[in-house]
C-alpha cells in the first residue's frame, strides 16, 4: 500500500471504532469532548485529536489508529492496515451527551449558518477554486448552484450541503486548497445532485466526486448524483436504504478504485440486495472521479484528441 493510500486510510478509520469492537465502552463521567476516555475492565485508553488520535494514561503508549489496532490486537503493521480498512466509515456509538450536544447545535444553528453564507459566483474564490483546481466544468457548478447544494466557505473553500430525505440541509463537506472536514456539530447523511426522483442513484464518496461523475456523463437523465461524505454513518446508512426502496431503483457503486472504495461498494451491494434492486459497480479510470476529472480536462488542454470519458458520456447541458 502506498505512502497516499495508507494516510488516505487513516482518515477514514476511527479510534472509537476499534476500541468499540475490542470490547471497550466510553467512561461518560471521565469524558470530555476532546478527551473521550474508554475502560475494559482495568486498561484504559483516552481517545483525542477527533478521533484519530490515542494515548494510554498509565503508560507512555500513544499514536494513531494503526498502532492502536497494533496494541489491542497483537498484529504487525500490515495487517493492522488490513484489519483497519474493514472498519473504513463505521461509525461508533456516540455518548449520550454527545448525541444531545450535537441536536442541539444543529437545532440552532446549522440552518442559519448555511443561510448565512453566499452561494459560489463566477469569479468567486469557492469558484476558482472548484474551477481552476479541481477541474470542475462551469456548467456542473452552474447547476450545482441552481440546486442549492453549494456555499462559499472560509478561506476560498467549499461547503457542499448534506440533505436529509426531505431537503433539510443537515451539514456540509468543506473541502479546500488546505482544508478538508465536515461541519462542526453537523449530521453526514447524503449530499445530492441531479434529478431529485431519479432511479439511478451513483453512490460516491466525496462531493467534488459526485459533481466530476456527473460532468462525465452530462447529467445523465435520470441519476441522482450523491456523497456519503468520507464515512458511513448509521443516517447515511438509511437514507440509501431507503432510495433503493423506490421501484425501479439501481444502487450504483461509484466509490475510489482502491481498498476503501471496494469496502463501500460491497455495502453498496449489500443494501441492493436487502432492499431485492438491481446494482452496478463503477469504478473510475484514476484513483477517485475528480482526479479522473483532472487528468481529462488536462489533456483537453493540451489538445490531446485521445483523451475520452465513459463511454455513454456527453457533453454538459448548457444554462
Request: hydrophobic residues 40%; aromatic residues 8%; positive net charge.
Amino acid at each position: 500500500m502506498e505512502t497516499k493510500e495508507v494516510e488516505h486510510l487513516k482518515e477514514r478509520v476511527s479510534c472509537a471504532a476499534i476500541l468499540e469492537r475490542a470490547g471497550f465502552a466510553v467512561d461518560v463521567k471521565e469524558s470530555t469532548r476532546r478527551a473521550v476516555k474508554y475502560r475494559r475492565g482495568d486498561a484504559i485508553i483516552i481517545v483525542i485529536h477527533a478521533g484519530k488520535g490515542w494515548f494510554d494514561p498509565l503508560s507512555d503508549a500513544k499514536g494513531d489508529v494503526f498502532s492502536l489496532i497494533q496494541l489491542l490486537e497483537g498484529v504487525a503493521f500490515g495487517e493492522a492496515l488490513a484489519r483497519a480498512a474493514e472498519l473504513v466509515g463505521i461509525a461508533a456509538t456516540e455518548p449520550a451527551w454527545t448525541r444531545v450536544q450535537r441536536q442541539r447545535e444543529r437545532d440552532v444553528s446549522i440552518a442559519d449558518r448555511w443561510q448565512n453564507r453566499r452561494k459560489p459566483w463566477p469569479g468567486s474564490a469557492t469558484w476558482r477554486y472548484l474551477r481552476d483546481e479541481r477541474f470542475l466544468p462551469e456548467a456542473m457548478l452552474q447547476a450545482a448552484v441552481r440546486q442549492d447544494r453549494l456555499r462559499e466557505g472560509p478561506n476560498g473553500s467549499m461547503w457542499a450541503a448534506h440533505v436529509d430525505a426531505n431537503g433539510v440541509v443537515t451539514g456540509w463537506e468543506e473541502r479546500g486548497p488546505e482544508w478538508r472536514g465536515f461541519s462542526t456539530g453537523g449530521a453526514k447523511m447524503l449530499f445530492r445532485f441531479g434529478a431529485p426522483d431519479g432511479l439511478r442513484l451513483c453512490v460516491t464518496e466525496a462531493a467534488i466526486d459526485a459533481m466530476s461523475l456527473a460532468a462525465f456523463e452530462g447529467l445523465r437523465q435520470g441519476s441522482l448524483y450523491l456523497s456519503t461524505g468520507g464515512g458511513w454513518s448509521p443516517t447515511t446508512g438509511a437514507a440509501l436504504r431507503l432510495l433503493a426502496t423506490r421501484p425501479g431503483a439501481q444502487l450504483v457503486a461509484a466509490t475510489d478504485a482502491n481498498a476503501q472504495g471496494e469496502t463501500f461498494a460491497g455495502r453498496i451491494r449489500a443494501i441492493a440486495e436487502e432492499a431485492v434492486c438491481d446494482w452496478f459497480r463503477l469504478t473510475p479510470p484514476a484513483e477517485d472521479w475528480n482526479d479522473a476529472m483532472k487528468v481529462k480536462m488536462r489533456e483537453k488542454k493540451e489538445g490531446n484528441e485521445t483523451a475520452k470519458g465513459l463511454p455513454y458520456a456527453h457533453r454538459p447541458r448548457q444554462g
